[in-house]
Nanobody, 124 residues
Framework: QVQLVETGGGLVQAGGSLRLSCAAT????????MGWFRQAPGKEREFVAA????????DYANSVKGRFTISRDNAKNIVYLQMNGLKPEDTAIYSC?????????????????WGQGTQVTVSS
């Protein structure tokens, strides 16, 4: 069982930065692939970024490439999402997720555990 808790959301002006953190509890974090997803009001959940268990393989949505960076600290059981150059269209609830395989995925249904989410609001 893995429990995930996200922090770091908030209100920021366009062009600003935020760093989201996802703290995990459970014995399998270091072998789990981690992902970040977001959901804006009235829209479906969409993939943002993923990172494999080793931290060497990453995957990003085209909309965030070059602006967002996913990373992990297996010693602390934390995965991060550094968000730079934020835009109003990045406004959403951001959730982290874990899957018990070594390969990244962009499909929400392929993740086993989810956090409750943290709100990110970008003003223009």
């Amino acid at each position: 069982q893995v429990q995930l808790v996200e922090t770091g959301g908030g209100l920021v002006q366009a062009g600003g930065s935020l760093r989201l953190s996802c703290a995990a509890t459970g014995p399998t974090f270091s072998t789990s692939t981690m992902g970040w997803f977001r959901q804006a009001p009235g829209k479906e959940r969409e993939f943002v970024a993923a990172l494999d268990w080793s931290g060497r393989t990453t995957d990003y949505a085209n909309s965030v490439k070059g602006r967002f960076t996913i990373s992990r600290d297996n010693a602390k059981n934390i995965v991060y999402l550094q968000m730079n150059g934020l835009k109003p269209e990045d406004t959403a609830i951001y959730s982290c997720a874990a899957r018990g395989t070594r390969y990244t995925s962009e499909v929400p249904s392929e993740y086993d555990y989810w956090g409750q989410g943290t709100q990110v609001t970008v003003s223009s």
